[in-house]
């Protein structure tokens, strides 16, 4: 088990930033923060995740147009914004991810088990990709107010991918941050059935 500080620092202690430092982010901190993302569980091991790093000012004036009025500032400040996409085709890696189940036929022949499939998986990987940013020390804003076909036009048609949302991730400035918003309760959010 995680001891506290290792909670604090994923859960309890983390928080959503407003504002960014100017500290950068290597490549080499991607690459952590995927490898360790990558390795969390999917549906028949599926991973149809596919990430777009936005590093450079050319990227960010191709993403501005995209973003909704309330989100510009926060967006654009963070040293790397990351679009959370997934591939429509992911059954195609299934014969390398998956070898011996005869997956990429089934997933093939049925377009609406395909989409589902991508879709929940994808969103699932990115908040692995919020859990990896966070134990190495980053901090995540995510942000789905975004025009998606614009999104999709100007990073991602090439490859076919399909944009989800985006996660700002960098060193946060924590300066006069509100107190934490409130939280379901336990019994407000579940329930245990036998």
Known sequence: ?????????????????????????????LRQVYNLARMGPTSGN???????????SMGREKLRPALSAGN??????????AIVAHDPLFFEQLPYLCPGEELRAWFAADVGLSEETAFRNGTLQGAYMIMAARALGLDVLPVSGF????????????????????????????DGLPERAPRLEFDQACRVVE
């Open 72 to 81: 510009v500032n926060r967006v654009m400040g963070a040293p790397v914004i």
């Open 1 to 29: 088990m995680l001891d506290a500080s290792g909670l604090d620092l994923l859960f309890t202690k983390a928080r959503t930033p407003l504002r960014w430092t100017t500290r950068p982010l290597e490549e080499g901190t």
């Open 147 to 174: 025009d998606q076909s614009m999104v999709e036009d100007a990073f991602l048609v090439e490859q076919g991918w399909r944009a989800n949302f985006l996660l700002c991730l960098g060193y946060a400035d924590f």
């Open 46 to 56: 599926c991973s149809p995740a596919r990430i777009v790093f936005i590093t450079g």
